[in-house]
C-alpha cells in the first residue's frame, strides 16, 4: 500500500465485531418439572445440572399452579437508577490519557531517531491534526483504536479505517468518506506505525532472561525516563535498532533505581573509581543520576506502596514513569512475575477521566410511572408507533451497541436491595395487601422458590451466612426498560444465581458455558486489547457487551434464553452471561450455592487473589463452618475434596513458614459464634486483600497489617524469625475435621490418603547440623520434662512456652508438645497465684489503716487443693494455715446463722470476720443478715405505732409477714406482729369471698354497714364498696327510663339506650332486680325496630313473616305496624302466586311486563321478580340479534360477522323459552342464504370442470374467453354473497377461485407477448400463495411448467438485466426445451433464435479484431465490449475483452487515484493530466532566452493585458497584483517594484509562507509516481490519449529537472564574493517549481539546501558590508551554522565568518584582563584597546563601557578605581582615597576637598560623624565606592562598616595644606585635573543603603 493508503473499507461495527455471521444464536433449554418435582429447588437443579450445565443457563417454566401474590407496590415505589449509553457498552474509546501518552511517544521520539523515509517520521505533525470540521484530533485515542483493530496492518487488512474513524470522531457519518479515511491512515503512518512497531517488538532474549531473574543491577539497564534529561539522547542510525538498543529504551524501573542502595553503589564507585567495563558501564549512570540529592534521597526514602502502604521491599518497587508513584510488583491487579518491559505507567495515569466509562447513578430517584414514560419514549424514537418483533428488537439492540444506528442513553433500575426498597415475593413481615388472600399470602412466604428463602434452602451451603449480604443472602430487584442492559459477567464467587421474572416485558439473555470461560475471556481479550489494556480487570466493572456471533466465529459456544413473566432463569457456576430488556419490566435475583459449587467457589476465590479485589466471604470460613454443622450424603463427596485440598495446603505453608525460621505462634481469639459466618469480620491480607481465616502473618515492626501465608515474605524486611503465625485451627483439628467428613462419605478412616500424603518431613538447619520438625520436638519435650522436676524458675518457662509455638499448631503428632506446654502453663500459672496470694496477704496485715482488696477464700482453696506435685512451694503451708483458719471462722457463722442467735451475737462474729485478712464468702451472708434484721425490727416498730393510731396498712403487714419468715434472728416483736396480721387476714378473707360470689344488692349493703369504722385499709373491701355504688346508680338511671318508655316511638334510639343498660347491668359485680325487666322490653324495642324498617324499605316476604311471628310471641301484634306489614305480606303472596303461574305457562312479552309493572307496588322483595325480568331481558336480547339478520345491508356497516349457523340457532331458540315469539322474517332470511350457496356451488363445479384440461392447443383464445366468462360469474357471486352479510365458507372458496383464475389469465397473457423478468418472477411468487388444492390442477400445472420455461428463457436474453450472461448451448438447450411443453410461447422462442443469431455475428467481428494487430485500437476495443454488453452471451471472446479493458481501465484508475488524491481536481483523467502539461510548458518559458521579452504573468502565466500589473526592477518578470497577494504580498521601495522572489533572497529573510507552500509538494503528484505509471503502461492498444500526454509529461518533467539541477549545481558550487551568482538561479529555480504541477523531492531537496546557504552567506554579507554591528553570540551561531551547512572552508563568507570571530574573541580576552586589573595597563594601552575595540564587527558595548570607566582617574593620586575606600566632596562631588587625604575611622558627616575649602595649615578640618552613619565610606579595604560618569549615575555596591552602633561622635582633623604642601608637583597636577575634569557624582543621600 503505497504511502500508508488503507484499501477500500466497508462499512462494520466499531467493535471489532465484524464477522458477518448470520447463524443464528441456539437456544438453551427449557425446563417444565411437575408439581412433585417443583416442590425441592435444589434437588430439582441437582437432577438438570448433568444436562444444562453444559449450556451455562437454562429457563425453568414453573406449574399452573405457581401464582405468587404481588407483594410489591410498585406504583408508589421511588427507586435509583443508573443511567446506560448503549451505544458506548461496545463501541467506545480506550480510557487511556492522552498526556501520558504523549509524555511516552516524545520519550520514543527522543530516544529513537531512524533516517527519513517511509515510517520514520521526527515528530507530532508541525501543525495540530484536526477532524474534517476542525476539531482538533485526539491522537492518543487514534492510536488505541487502531490498537483495537490489529494495528496498522491490520486495520489495513481488514479494512477498518472506517471504524478507527468512528472511535476518533464522536460526531462521524455513518458512511465515512474515502478521503478521510485515507487522510487518518496517511497520518497514522507516517508518525505512529515505528512508535507501534517498537510498542510491539518483544524484548530479545537476553533481557528476557536479566528479567526472569528479577536481580538485574539497575547500573546496567538503561531507562527512558533518564531521556528527558538535556543531551542525554543518541540518535539511532540505520533504520533498525538491535537487542542492546530496545533494551536501552525498554526501561525496568525499580524501586531500587533510585533508593539509597542505587545512590551507595554510585557514591561508592565515585570514591573507589570504576576501570575496565565496569567503569565504561557506571558511567552514564553516574552522569543520569547526578540530580540525586540528599532531599531526593530522602524522598525516596518516603517512597511507599500505594496498594499495601509499606515502603518496604524497594527492590520490587515498580515506579509509573508519570507520576512517580509505587507498586510493588506483587501488589498489582494482577501481579507482575517479573519488571516489565519499556515504559511503565500506573492506571490513574493510563486511564483518562474524560474517557473513562460507567453506569452513573442518576441524583434522583425515579417512579414507575416516570420510568414507563422514558421507556415508551425510547420506543417511540426506534420503533415509531408498530409494535416491533423480539428478532427487531434485538437487531436493533446490537446495532446500536456496535456503534451503528446512533447514539442511546436509557436508564435502569439494577442492584436494588430488597431489604430496602421491597421484594416481589410475599415476606412474613410485610403488610398484606387488602385484595390477597392471607392463606395463600403464608403459602408463598415460606415456599422454596421464594428468592428470599433460595439462599437458606436446607441444602446449600449459604445458609450458615449470617450476613444479608445484598444479592448473596438478600435479593436484588430489577426495574428495566427498552435496551436497558446487563453486561458479560460472571457471578461472584462463582455461584449459581437464579433469576425470576415478575412482570412485563420478556428478558433475553445469552450464557457461555463454564467449561469454555477462559475461552470466552481470551476472545474478548483478542477483541478488545485496547480496553484490556487500559484496564484488565475490565469483566469485573460489568460495562461491555459483545455481540455472541462474535464468539461464536471464534468456537466459543454461546446460547441464548427468552425469559418470560413467570419465569426462572439459572446461571451456573463460572458461566458467563449478558442481555438485556425488551421493554418495561420488573425481575428479582439472588445467588445460591448447592454443595456441587464449592469446587468452583474455590476457583472463585483463586480469581479474588490474582486480582487483588475484596472477596464478598471468606471461602475457607465456609468450608470449615459447613463440614462442622453437616451436609447431605451427595455433597459430601464435593466437601471432603476441598477440606482435603485446604488441608495440605495449609500444612506445606506453615511447614514452609517453619522452615524458613518462623518460630512464633499464637491463637487466634476464638469466634463468639462459630457455627455461623460473618459473626465478626477477619483482617485481610494486605497483599491480596483476601480474609484471614485460618492463619495470617504478623510482625512487631507493622502491628496493624496481616499477610497470608503465601505473601508472608512481603510483608517486611525483617527476618523471619520475628516474624508470628496466627492460627485458628491446628493441622490435627483441620485433620480431624477431614476424618469426620470421610467418615459420614463411608470410607475407612485409618486410610487417610491427605494425612499420609508423599510430603516429606520438613527439616531445617539448627547449630549447623539438619534436624527435622519431629525431632526438634522430641527434643523440646525433653528440656520440657526437665524444667518442670526442677524448682520453679520463670525465665526457663517463658523460654520453653515461647520455643513450643512452633509445634503447637502442627499434626496430631505434636499432640504430646500441646499437652506438656499446657502443663507447664498451668504450672507457671499455680506457682504465680500462689506468690499473689501470700504477697496481697502479707500487703494486708502491713497496711491495715490502707484500702487493698483481700484475697478470696475459693481462691486459696483452690490454690492448696490442686498443689503441683512436681516440686514444692515455700509459701504453700502459709496458705494451709490461713484455708484451716477460714474454715473454723466459716463453722462459726454457719452455726450462728443456723441457731437464731441474737444480733449483738451476730455483730461479734462479723467484727471478727472483718479483721481476717482472707474475704470469706459467709462474711457478706453474715452482714446482709444483720442489716436485714435491722431494717425489719424499725419497720415493725413503725407498723405497731399506726395500730396505735387506728390505722393499718395491709400491704405493709403482709410484707413484714413474709420479712418474717426469713429472719435468723430472735426478736420480742415477731409474736405481736403475728397476731395482728391474724386479725386483718380473718377480715380481708370475708371481703375476698363477697367479690368472688356476686352478692345481692341489699345483702351487700348490710355487710358494708356493718365494717363501717374498721382500723384496717383492706384493698378488696374499698373494691367491695366501689361495687356497691355502681350498682345503686344503675337501679336508679333503669327505674326512670323505663318510667318514660311507654311514650316514645323512636325505636332506633331506644334499641341503642336498653342495649347499652343491659350491657352495663351485665358488668356489675352485684345482682340487681331491675335486669330481666330491661331485657324483655330491649326483646319488644327490637321487633318494633325492624317492623318500621319493613315498611320503610323492601324487605324478604320470609323476614316479615319472621317478624310477624316474634311480634305474636312478644304478644304486641296488635300495635300498627305489625298490623300493615300483615297486609303487606298479602299483597306480595298473591303478586307471586300469578308470576310462578306466567314462569310455568307460556305467555306474550306484554303480559310480562304489565305483571312487572304491577311489582313496583309491592314494598317487599319477590322471589320471582328477577325470574321475571331475565325472561323479559332474554326475549328483548333475542329481538335486538334478529335486527341484525333483517335490516337492509351496507357496505359501510363494516366487515362481515354474521353466521349463518347463528341465524339457525337463533330460530331455534324461541322454543325453549317462557315468552311467545314470532320467527317468521328469519326463516325467509335463512332461505335467500341457502339458495345463494347451491348457486355457488354449482359455479365452483363448472370452474373445476375446465381447471382439469391437461391440453391448451395451438392458440389458448378459446381458453382465454372461458375463463373470463367464468371470473365475470363469480365476481357476481362474490358480490351478492357479501350483500347478504354473512359468513359464508363457500364465499373464501370462491375468492380463491377468483384469485386462481386471475393468476392463469395473467400467465396466458404471456403468450401473446415477451414479458418482463419481473413480471413473470412476481407470477411465480404469487404461485405460491394459491390455494393448494387449485394449485395442484392440471391447467395450473402446465401453466407451472410455462412459466418456469418462460422465466429461463427471460434470463438468457441479451437485454435482461442480469449479472451474469449465459452460454450459447445453454440457449440453444431452452429453444428445444420449448418443443416438450404444452404452452405455446412462439414470440418467446423467436426472439430466442434472434438472439442466438447476433450473438454469433459478434463473435465473427471480435476474431476478426484480434486476428489483425495492425488495425487493433483502444476505441475499437471499446465498440467491441459495447455491442457485447447487449448481444453476446457468455464466451471466450467476451472474456478477453472484458479481461484487456479492466487491465487498462485499473490503470486508469491508478492514475486517477494518484492524481486526484494530489491534484484534489475532481475532474477527468485528461483534463489534469493537460492542466499538468500546461504547467510545465509556463515553467520552462520562465528560463526561456526570449521570456523577458514576452508579457506575462509569473505566477498565473497569462499575458498581462490590462489587468493591474507590475514589473520587478530585478529579475524584470511581470506580476498581476492579485496573483502576488496569495504570496503575502511584495514589497516597494522607492517607487520600485521587487516580487516576492527577489525580495526574499534580497532581504536574506527565509521565504514568505505561500512561496513555501507553492513549492512544496501540496497538491502535485510526485514526477516518480508519474514515471511509474507511464512503465507500467507498455503494451497497450494505440490511441490511448492519456497514455500519450502522460508521456509527454514524464518527458518535459525529466528535461525541467535536468535544466534546474544543473543550475542549481552551477549556483552551489560557487565560493567567490558575488552573491547574485547564487541569487539568480536560485530565483529560477524557485518559480519553475512554483509554476510546474509536478513535484520532485530531489529538486525540492537541494533548492533547500542551496538556499540555507545562500542566506547563510546573505547574513554575512550583511554584516560585512551594512555597517551594524552583531552581537559575538550571533558570529558564534554564524559559525557553527556554516559548518553544519557543510560550507567549504575556502569560501570567502566562511573564511570571513571566521576572521570576525577569532579577531573578536582576542580582543574580549585582552578587554577582560584590563577592566579587572586594578590599573595595572598603561593607560595609551587601555585608550588603544577602546580604539581597537569600537572599530569591531561585533558589538562590544559593555565590555567598552567597562573599559572606559577603567581608564577614568581620582583623587589626588589620578589613579583608576582599584577598591580602596573612597569619600566624595559635598560640593564638588570629586572622590578621594582615605589614605591619600589621610582619612582614618569613620568618615565626617560633611566633607569638603582641599580644592573646594583650602586653608593655611593652623585650622584643622573638623569631620563630624554619627555612629550611626553608615553611607558616607567604609574604612574597609574592599569597601567599593561608586565612581562618577558624565552622563548618567550607576549603583553602587558597598560594605558595611564593620565597627559596632555603640561608636561615639568622633572628629577627624586633617592638615591639608601641611599635606599637600609635602608634593608641589603633586599639588599642582591635583588642581588642574581637579577644574578640568568635572563628573556629576551621585549624592551619599543615594548610597545610605549601600555603604
Same mark, same amino acid.
Given at each position: ?10 462499512t ?9 455471521? *448470520? ?5 438453551a433449554p427449557v ?12 434437588a430439582?437443579v441437582?437432577?438438570?445440572r448433568?444436562?444444562?450445565?453444559r ?18 407496590d ?16 461496545l ?13 511516552d ?33 485526539d491522537l ?18 481488514g ?10 470522531? =464522536? ?29 510491539n517488538?518483544?524484548v530479545?532474549?537476553?533481557?528476557g ?13 538503561p531507562?527512558v ?18 537487542a542492546? !538498543? ?10 531500587d ?6 545512590i551507595g ?26 540530580k540525586?540529592?540528599?532531599? !531526593?534521597?530522602?524522598k ?39 519488571v ?29 410511572d ?15 408507533q408498530?409494535r416491533?418483533?423480539r ?8 446495532e446500536i451497541?456496535?456503534?451503528?444506528a ?6 435502569y433500575?439494577?442492584d436494588? *436491595?430488597t ?14 395487601p387488602?385484595?390477597v ?18 439462599p437458606?434452602?436446607p441444602?446449600s ?26 453486561c458479560w ?5 462463582? #455461584? ?23 475461552a ?8 478488545l486489547?485496547?480496553?484490556f ?19 461464536q ?5 454461546v ?19 449478558g ?6 419490566n ?17 476457583i472463585g476465590?483463586?480469581l ?7 472477596p ?11 463440614a ?7 455433597s ?5 475434596g ?21 518460630v ?18 477477619d ?19 507493622r ?7 503465601e505473601?508472608w ?14 492460627y ?25 490418603p #491427605? ?13 549447623d ?9 522430641e527434643d ?12 520453679f524458675?520463670d ?21 504430646s ?13 499455680w ?40 516440686f514444692?512451694?515455700?509459701g ?5 494455715a490461713y484455708?484451716?483458719?477460714g ?5 462459726e457463722?454457719?452455726i ?14 462479723? +467484727?471478727r470476720?472483718?479483721? #481476717? ?5 459467709e ?17 415493725t416498730?413503725?407498723?405497731?405505732e ?11 403487714l ?15 416483736e415477731i409474736?405481736?406482729?403475728s ?17 368472688q360470689?356476686?352478692?345481692?344488692l341489699k345483702?351487700l ?14 384493698p ?17 338511671l ?9 311514650e316514645r ?6 334499641? !341503642? ?5 343491659v ?6 359485680r352485684v345482682?340487681v332486680?331491675?335486669?330481666p325487666?330491661?331485657?324483655?322490653e330491649l ?45 303487606l305480606?298479602?299483597?306480595?303472596t ?21 305483571h312487572i ?10 322471589p320471582?321478580a ?8 332474554v ?16 357496505? !359501510?356497516?363494516g ?9 339457525? =340457532? ?13 320467527t ?16 355457488s ?6 370452474l373445476?370442470?375446465?381447471l ?16 373470463e ?13 357479501l ?23 395473467r400467465?396466458?397473457?404471456f403468450?401473446?407477448?415477451i ?7 412476481r ?24 412459466l ?7 434470463v ?11 452460454k ?5 438447450n431452452?429453444l428445444?426445451?420449448?418443443?416438450k411443453?404444452?404452452?405455446?410461447? +412462439? ?8 438472439a ?25 476495443l471499446?465498440?467491441?465490449?459495447d ?7 457468455d464466451? /471466450? ?14 490503470w ?15 475532474? +477527468? ?10 504547467s510545465l ?14 508579457e506575462?504573468c ?8 490590462d489587468v ?12 498581476? +497584483? ?7 504580498a511584495s514589497?516597494?521601495m ?5 516580487c516576492?522572489?527577489?525580495?526574499s ?7 514568505e509562507k ?9 497538491n ?12 507500467s ?24 529537472k ?5 543550475i542549481l549545481?552551477?549556483?552551489d ?9 547564487m ?14 504541477g ?14 540555507s ?16 554591528q552583531?552581537?559575538i553570540?550571533?558570529?558564534?551561531r554564524?559559525?557553527?551554522?556554516g ?7 575556502e ?19 585582552k ?16 585608550y ?13 558595548e ?14 589626588i593620586c ?10 566624595? /566632596?559635598d560640593?564638588?562631588d ?21 580644592a573646594c575649602?583650602p586653608?593655611?595649615g593652623?585650622v584643622?578640618?573638623l569631620?563630624?560623624r554619627?555612629a ?5 565610606a ?6 567599593h565606592t561608586?565612581?562618577?560618569?558624565s ?10 562598616c564593620?565597627n559596632?552602633?555603640?561608636w ?10 601641611k599635606?599637600?604642601r609635602q ?10 585635573n ?16 549601600l555603604?
Open positions: 500500500m503505497g504511502k500508508g493508503r488503507p484499501l477500500p473499507a466497508t462494520a461495527s466499531p467493535s471489532g465485531c465484524r464477522f458477518g455471521s *448470520d447463524a443464528p444464536i441456539p437456544e425446563f417444565r418439572p411437575t408439581e412433585e418435582e417443583f416442590a425441592d429447588p435444589l430439582y441437582a437432577r438438570i448433568p444436562v444444562a450445565e449450556y451455562g443457563i437454562c429457563r425453568i417454566v414453573p406449574p399452573p399452579s405457581w401464582s405468587p401474590p404481588k407483594a410489591l410498585v406504583a408508589a415505589l421511588s427507586f435509583p437508577t443508573k443511567r446506560q449509553p448503549i451505544h458506548r457498552l463501541a467506545r474509546p480506550a480510557p487511556a490519557d492522552p498526556d501520558t501518552f504523549l509524555l511517544y516524545a520519550r520514543f521520539l527522543k530516544a529513537y531517531r531512524g533516517p527519513p523515509g517511509r515510517g520514520r517520521k521526527k515528530g507530532l505533525p508541525k501543525s495540530p491534526a484536526t477532524l474534517p470540521d476542525g476539531r482538533p484530533l492518543c485515542r487514534l492510536f488505541h483504536a487502531v490498537k483495537r483493530f490489529g494495528g496498522y496492518n491490520g486495520a489495513c487488512k479494512r477498518r479505517w472506517d471504524d478507527v474513524v468512528r472511535l476518533v470522531d =464522536d460526531r462521524a457519518r455513518r458512511h465515512v468518506p474515502e478521503c478521510a479515511k485515507h487522510v487518518l491512515a496517511q497520518l497514522y503512518h507516517e508518525h505512529f506505525y515505528a512508535y507501534e512497531k517498537f510498542t517488538k518483544p530479545s532474549s537476553q533481557d532472561k536479566q528479567e526472569e531473574s528479577g536481580k538485574v543491577d539497575l547500573d546496567d539497564q531507562s525516563s533518564g531521556l528527558k534529561d538535556e543531551g542525554r539522547s543518541q540518535s539511532v542510525s540505520g533504520g533498525e535498532m538491535d542492546a !538498543e530496545v533494551s536501552g529504551i525498554r526501561s525496568q524501573k525499580r524501586r533505581a533510585i533508593n539509597k542502595k542505587a553503589m554510585a557514591s561508592h564507585s565515585n570514591s573507589n573509581g570504576s576501570t575496565g567495563k565496569n567503569a565504561a558501564s557506571a558511567g552514564p549512570w553516574k552522569w543520569k543520576r547526578r540525586v540529592d540528599d532531599a !531526593e534521597a530522602n525516596v526514602d518516603d517512597q511507599v506502596c500505594e496498594q499495601c502502604d509499606s515502603g518496604l521491599h524497594g527492590d520490587a518497587m515498580l515506579l509509573c514513569d508519570r507520576c512517580d508513584k509505587g507498586w510493588h510488583l506483587y501488589c498489582l491487579s494482577p501481579p507482575l512475575e517479573i516489565p518491559p519499556g515504559n511503565w505507567y500506573c492506571s490513574d495515569c493510563m486511564n483518562s477521566d474524560s474517557d473513562c466509562f460507567g453506569f452513573v447513578e442518576r441524583r434522583k430517584t425515579c417512579l414507575l416516570a420510568f414507563q414514560r422514558f421507556d415508551e419514549k425510547v420506543k417511540r424514537r426506534w420503533f415509531g408498530r416491533p418483533s428478532v427487531q428488537v434485538e437487531k436493533q439492540f446490537w451497541v456496535e456503534g451503528r446512533g447514539e442511546l442513553e436509557v436508564m433500575g439494577s436494588m *436491595d431489604s430496602v426498597y421491597g421484594s416481589g415475593f410475599p415476606r412474613l413481615g410485610d403488610p398484606v387488602p385484595s388472600d392471607l392463606e395463600m399470602w403464608q403459602k408463598y412466604c415460606s415456599s422454596p422458590w421464594n428468592l428470599n428463602n433460595f437458606n434452602l441444602s451451603v449459604l445458609r450458615t451466612v449470617q450476613d444479608k449480604i445484598a444479592g448473596v443472602m438478600v435479593p436484588w430487584l430489577y426495574i428495566g426498560m427498552l435496551f436497558s442492559s446487563f459477567h460472571v457471578e461472584d464467587h462463582c #455461584f449459581y444465581s437464579i433469576n425470576y421474572l415478575h412482570w412485563g416485558e420478556p428478558k433475553c439473555w445469552y450464557g457461555v458455558p463454564g467449561a469454555e470461560a477462559n470466552f475471556e481470551l476472545v474478548m481479550r483478542n477483541t486489547p485496547d480496553l489494556d487500559a484496564q484488565p480487570d475490565l469483566l469485573f466493572h460489568l460495562v461491555t457487551m459483545l455481540n455472541p456471533s462474535v464468539l466465529v471464534n468456537g466459543v459456544p446460547y441464548s434464553v427468552m425469559q418470560e413473566p413467570g419465569n426462572f432463569v439459572i446461571t451456573f457456576p463460572r458461566s458467563y452471561h442481555g438485556f430488556n425488551l421493554g418495561l420488573c425481575a428479582e435475583a439472588v445467588n445460591f450455592a448447592p454443595a456441587d459449587w464449592l469446587p468452583h467457589g474455590g476465590a483463586e479474588y487473589r490474582m486480582y487483588r479485589k475484596a464478598v466471604l471468606s471461602h475457607e470460613e465456609l468450608l470449615y463452618v459447613v462442622k454443622n453437616g451436609v447431605s450424603s451427595e459430601l463427596s464435593y466437601l471432603k476441598e477440606i482435603e485440598r485446604l488441608f495440605l495446603k495449609e500444612k506445606k505453608c506453615r511447614e514452609e513458614l517453619w522452615t524458613n525460621g518462623t512464633k505462634s499464637s491463637l487466634m481469639p476464638a469466634r463468639s459464634n462459630p457455627n455461623y459466618i460473618g459473626s465478626e469480620e483482617p485481610m491480607c494486605v497483599i491480596c486483600r483476601q480474609y484471614l481465616y485460618l492463619s495470617a502473618v504478623s510482625c512487631n515492626c502491628p496493624s497489617s496481616y499477610v497470608c501465608l505473601h515474605k512481603h510483608l517486611c524486611e525483617c527476618s523471619p524469625e520475628k516474624h508470628r503465625l496466627l485458628r485451627h491446628t493441622l490435627a483439628e483441620l485433620g480431624d475435621l477431614g476424618c469426620e467428613v470421610k467418615a459420614l462419605s463411608g470410607e475407612n478412616v485409618k486410610q487417610y #491427605f494425612l499420609l500424603n508423599d510430603i516429606p518431613a520438613p527439616f531445617k538447619k539448627v547449630k547440623r539438619y534436624i527435622s520438625y519431629a525431632q526438634l520436638a523440646w519435650l525433653s528440656e520440657s520434662d526437665r524444667i518442670l522436676h526442677m524448682p524458675l525465665t526457663a518457662y517463658s523460654t520453653a512456652l515461647e520455643a513450643s509455638g512452633q509445634f503447637l499448631w502442627g499434626d496430631h503428632d505434636m499432640d508438645v500441646r499437652n506438656m506446654a499446657l502443663k507447664l502453663t498451668e504450672a507457671k500459672k506457682v504465680l497465684s500462689v506468690r499473689n496470694c501470700i504477697s496481697r496477704i502479707d500487703e494486708l496485715l502491713l497496711c491495715k489503716h490502707k484500702f487493698s482488696e483481700k484475697v478470696k477464700y475459693v481462691e486459696i482453696e483452690k490454690l492448696v487443693a490442686v498443689r503441683c506435685k512436681s514444692c512451694e515455700p504453700l503451708p502459709q496458705l494451709q484455708v484451716e483458719k474454715k473454723m471462722m466459716i463453722s457463722i454457719n450462728a446463722l443456723s441457731s437464731c442467735s441474737t444480733v449483738e451475737h451476730l455483730e461479734t462474729l462479723y +467484727s470476720a472483718s479483721e #481476717f485478712p482472707i474475704e470469706l464468702t462474711t457478706s451472708t453474715l452482714c446482709c443478715e444483720i442489716s436485714f434484721a435491722k431494717s425489719w425490727l424499725k419497720k416498730c413503725d407498723l405497731l399506726q395500730n396505735r393510731a387506728g390505722t393499718i396498712d395491709i400491704d405493709l403482709n410484707t413484714l409477714k413474709l420479712e418474717m419468715v426469713q429472719l435468723r434472728v430472735v426478736v420480742p409474736e405481736l406482729l397476731n395482728l396480721w391474724k386479725e386483718a387476714e380473718s377480715l380481708r378473707r370475708r371481703c375476698q369471698s363477697y367479690l360470689d356476686s352478692p345481692v345483702e349493703g348490710s355487710f358494708l354497714l356493718a365494717l363501717d369504722g374498721t382500723k384496717f385499709t383492706i378488696e373491701l374499698n373494691l367491695l364498696k366501689q361495687h356497691y355504688s355502681a350498682a345503686c346508680c344503675w337501679a336508679s333503669v327505674n326512670g327510663i323505663l318510667r318514660k318508655l311507654f316511638n323512636d325505636y332506633h334510639n331506644i334499641v !341503642e339506650e336498653l342495649t347499652g343498660i350491657r352495663d347491668g351485665k358488668s356489675l345482682k332486680d331491675e335486669l325487666i330491661v331485657e324483655k326483646r319488644r324495642s327490637l321487633c318494633r325496630k325492624q317492623a318500621c324498617e319493613a315498611l320503610a324499605t323492601q324487605m324478604s316476604m320470609d323476614f316479615i313473616e319472621e317478624i310477624l311471628t316474634q311480634a305474636s310471641i312478644l304478644t304486641i301484634e296488635e300495635e300498627l305496624p305489625f298490623v300493615d306489614l300483615s297486609q305480606l298479602k299483597n306480595a298473591a303478586w307471586e302466586q300469578k308470576a310462578r303461574l306466567m314462569l310455568e305457562q307460556s305467555a306474550f312479552l306484554s303480559e310480562f311486563e304489565d309493572r304491577c311489582a313496583e307496588d309491592v314494598q317487599a322483595i319477590l320471582s328477577p325470574n321475571m325480568k331475565a325472561q323479559i331481558v326475549a328483548r336480547s333475542w329481538m335486538d340479534k334478529c335486527q341484525a339478520y333483517l335490516r337492509p345491508r351496507r357496505d !359501510e356497516l366487515p362481515v360477522v354474521l353466521k349463518v349457523d347463528d341465524l339457525k =340457532d337463533l330460530i331455534c331458540r324461541p322454543a325453549s323459552m317462557k315468552v311467545i315469539l314470532d317468521s322474517a328469519l326463516n325467509s332470511v335463512l332461505s335467500k342464504v341457502e339458495k345463494w350457496e347451491h348457486n356451488l354449482s359455479l365452483l363445479i363448472n373445476r370442470t375446465l382439469n384440461l391437461n391440453v391448451v392447443g395451438s392458440t389458448v383464445d378459446p381458453l382465454e374467453r372461458n375463463l366468462e367464468l371470473q365475470n360469474k363469480i365476481s357476481g357471486a362474490i358480490e351478492s354473497g350483500s347478504l352479510g354473512f359468513e359464508l365458507k363457500v364465499l373464501n372458496e370462491l375468492k380463491d377461485c377468483l384469485l386462481t383464475v386471475g393468476w392463469m389469465l400467465a396466458l397473457s403468450c401473446s407477448r414479458p418482463l423478468l419481473e413480471h413473470v418472477d407470477a411465480i411468487e404469487e404461485a405460491v400463495n394459491l390455494p393448494a388444492f387449485l394449485l395442484n390442477c392440471p391447467l395450473a400445472t402446465l401453466l407451472m411448467i410455462g418456469s420455461w418462460l422465466r429461463k428463457a427471460l438468457l436474453l441479451p437485454e435482461s438485466e442480469k449479472s451474469v450472461k449465459p450459447l448451448e445453454n440457449a440453444e431452452i428445444a426445451e420449448h418443443q411443453i404444452a404452452i405455446p410461447y +412462439s414470440i418467446m422462442t423467436a426472439e430466442l433464435e434472434d442466438i443469431s447476433k450473438h454469433k455475428s459478434w463473435t465473427e467481428q471480435c476474431h476478426a479484431f484480434f486476428m489483425l494487430p495492425d488495425y487493433q485500437s483502444w476505441a475499437g471499446l465498440r467491441l465490449r455491442r457485447g454488453q447487449s448481444v453476446a452471451l464466451c /471466450c471472446e467476451m472474456d478477453r475483452v472484458v479481461l484487456d479493458i479492466k487491465k487498462i481501465d485499473g486508469f484508475n491508478q492514475c486517477r487515484c494518484t492524481l486526484s488524491a494530489d491534484v484534489n481536481d475532481n475532474g +477527468s483523467l485528461l483534463s489534469i493530466l493537460q492542466k499538468i502539461s500546461g510548458d509556463n515553467a520552462s518559458m520562465l528560463y526561456a532566452e526570449d521570456c523577458k521579452k514576452k506575462f509569473v505566477i498565473c502565466s497569462c499575458d498581462v493585458g493591474v500589473a507590475s514589473r520587478c526592477v530585478i529579475c524584470l518578470d511581470w506580476y498581476h +497584483s492579485s496573483c502576488v497577494e496569495s504570496l503575502l514589497k516597494q522607492i517607487s520600485e517594484y521587487i516576492p522572489f527577489c525580495f533572497l534580497e532581504s536574506g529573510n527565509p521565504l505561500g512561496i513555501q507552500e507553492r513549492i512544496s509538494k501540496g502535485r503528484p510526485a514526477l516518480s509516481a508519474l514515471t511509474e505509471l507511464f512503465s503502461a507498455k503494451g497497450f492498444y494505440k490511441g490511448i490519449e492519456e497514455l500519450d500526454l502522460l508521456e509527454e509529461i514524464t518527458k518535459k518533467g525529466c528535461g525541467l535536468s535544466y534546474l539541477m544543473q549545481h552551477d549556483a558550487s560557487y565560493d567567490g564574493e558575488d552573491l547574485s551568482v541569487c539568480k538561479p536560485l530565483v529560477v529555480a524557485l518559480k519553475s517549481t512554483s509554476a510546474a509536478l513535484y520532485d523531492q530531489q529538486i525540492n531537496n537541494n533548492i533547500e539546501v542551496i538556499l546557504r545562500y542566506l547563510w552567506k546573505k547574513h554575512i554579507h550583511n554584516i560585512l558590508c551594512g555597517g551594524r552583531t552581537s553570540q550571533h558570529v558564534m554564524l559559525d557553527k551554522e559548518s553544519n551547512l557543510e560550507i567549504s572552508g569560501d570567502f563568507f566562511k573564511l570571513e565568518i571566521c576572521k570576525i570571530k577569532e579577531t573578536s574573541q582576542q580582543w574580549l580576552t578587554a577582560e584582563k584590563a577592566a579587572f586589573d586594578c590599573g595595572e595597563l598603561p593607560l595609551d594601552l587601555v588603544g584597546l577602546i580604539t581597537e575595540g569600537e572599530n569591531l564587527s561585533v558589538d562590544v559593555k565590555e567598552l563601557k567597562l573599559l572606559r570607566d577603567r581608564s577614568i582617574l581620582y583623587c589620578r589613579k583608576p578605581y582599584d577598591n580602596r575606600a573612597m569619600i566624595a /566632596c560640593q564638588c570629586e572622590w578621594y582615597h582615605f589614605d591619600c587625604i589621610n582619612v582614618c575611622g569613620p568618615p565626617p558627616e560633611t566633607f569638603h576637598c582641599p575649602c586653608n593655611n593652623e584643622f578640618i569631620l563630624p554619627p550611626s552613619e553608615e553611607d558616607r567604609s574604612i574597609e579595604a574592599r569597601s561608586p565612581p562618577a560618569s552622563d548618567k549615575s550607576e549603583t553602587v555596591e558597598a560594605n558595611k564593620s559596632s552602633n555603640s561615639k561622635k568622633s572628629q577627624v582633623r586633617v592638615d591639608l595644606v599635606f599637600l608634593d608641589s608637583e603633586l599639588d599642582n597636577t591635583w588642581r588642574e581637579k577644574k578640568v575634569l568635572h563628573r556629576t557624582a551621585r549624592r551619599r543621600s543615594n548610597f545610605a543603603g555603604l
